[in-house]
């Protein structure tokens, strides 16, 4: 079973850095397609950034540059750092695991003060 688990949220100031970590539990990692959803009050839930299996990523045009998605199979884990932070980057970040089915962890917060 496929269990997201997430961390590393936090309040920063405007400009500062944040990574988040999502630790996904069962001995299939290597193979999930993995990502990071945002959605902040009010908003819809959207897309941050996706790794596949064989390390190819994509981004939403208001993060790239600033956010980097990487994953690192041994430790099962999956990282968001994020540079350049922006009070509009503030929301519950989610990390998304597919493997035929999508697997949502809990959320943590972001919160980037002007």
């Known amino acids: 079973q496929v269990q997201p688990v997430e961390s590393g949220g936090g309040l920063v100031q405007a400009g500062g850095s944040l990574r988040l970590s999502c630790a996904a539990s069962g001995r299939i990692f290597s193979v999930l397609a993995m990502g990071w959803y945002r959605q902040a009050p009010g908003k819809q839930r959207e897309l941050v950034a996706g790794i596949n299996s064989g390390g190819i990523t994509n981004y939403a045009d208001s993060v790239k540059g600033r956010f980097t998605i990487s994953r690192d199979n041994a430790k099962n884990t999956v990282y968001l750092q994020m540079n350049s932070l922006k009070p509009e980057d503030t929301a519950v970040y989610y990390c998304?695991?597919?493997?035929?089915?999508?697997?949502w962890g809990q959320g943590t917060q972001v919160t980037v003060s002007s």
């Open positions: 998304k695991a597919n493997y035929g089915a999508d697997y």
